[in-house]
């Protein structure tokens, strides 16, 4: 990731999904300041982005678009609850990134039996390298 902006259209769209159930958990918060702080996005940068529309840019690499499609789905899942919305939306993200449907699955299968919540960087790898072959 080069830009700037770029940084922030990201941490945009993880905003914009972090609200999708209709509300914002303090863990959610918390998860997406280190988010903007890893990234280094300013703070008042980062508060700007709850009072602004979100237009996504698109990720040209596909490491990236899993990249953020993972982080999305960590968000998802920092609060301890799985909303339908947020289900379905993530769905839709990670199609309209251009990602597997059944990869898409199968990660977030993973990390829902998966204790932490997490899965190994190899897995999540493989499992999209998997639906290329």
């Known amino acids: 990731m080069n830009s700037y902006e770029e940084k922030l259209s990201l941490l945009g ?65 920092c609060d301890g609850v799985l909303h339908e919305r947020e289900k379905n939306a993530i769905h839709e993200i990670g199609i309209n990134m251009g990602l597997n449907p059944f990869a898409i699955r199968r990660v977030l299968k993973a990390m829902e039996i998966s204790p932490t919540g997490m899965i190994s960087p190899e897995f999540l790898l493989e499992v999209f390298q998997e639906q290329c072959n």
């Not at 863990?27 to 979100?54: C, G, M, S, T």
């Open 13 to 77: 769209e993880m905003v914009s999904f972090a609200v999708v159930d209709g509300k914002l958990h303090d863990r959610e918060l918390q998860f997406l300041a280190l988010v903007a702080d890893e990234l280094q996005i300013k703070p008042e940068d980062f508060k700007q982005l709850f009072h602004q529309e979100f237009y996504p840019t698109v990720m040209k690499s596909e490491f990236q678009r899993i990249q953020q499609f993972y982080r999305l789905a960590l968000l998802m899942h």
